[in-house]
């Protein structure tokens, strides 16, 4: 069974930084793509960022270019989104996904993934 595992949310300042951990379990991360999704209060789910199977691809979301990276230990089974310069805007639920894929290249389409983790509250603020 598909088992994903958020970690790593919590509180804290605007300009901070956290790292979030998504860990798989029953099956192999490193036939999947994996996506990280959130969504804040009142808002729809919105994709953040996603990672090829081998690390090669990355995408991510306008709002976020340049502030956070999406990266991958598949010896580990473990993808991580390091998140810095975090503002208000970016409170939310913050989801991780798989897709079993083979393309080269990922989506930022919720509805293209079939697992999906409880997900980790991200709180930013003063």
């Known amino acids: 069974q598909l088992q994903l595992v958020e970690s790593g949310g919590g509180l804290v300042q605007p300009g901070g930084s956290l790292r979030l951990s998504c860990a798989a379990s029953g099956f192999r991360l490193d036939y999947y793509v994996i996506g990280w999704f959130r969504q804040a209060p009142g808002k729809e789910r919105e994709g953040v960022s996603c990672?090829?199977?081998?690390?090669?691809?990355?995408n991510y979301a306008d709002s976020v270019k340049g502030r956070f990276t999406i990266s991958r230990d598949n010896a580990k089974n473990t993808v991580y989104l390091q998140m810095n310069s975090l503002k208000p805007e970016d409170t939310a639920i913050y989801y991780c996904a798989a897709v079993f894929s083979v393309q080269a290249t990922c989506m930022l389409v919720s509805l293209r993934y079939d697992a999906w983790g409880q997900g980790t509250q991200v709180t930013v603020s003063s």
């Open positions: 990672i090829t199977r081998s690390g090669g691809r990355t």
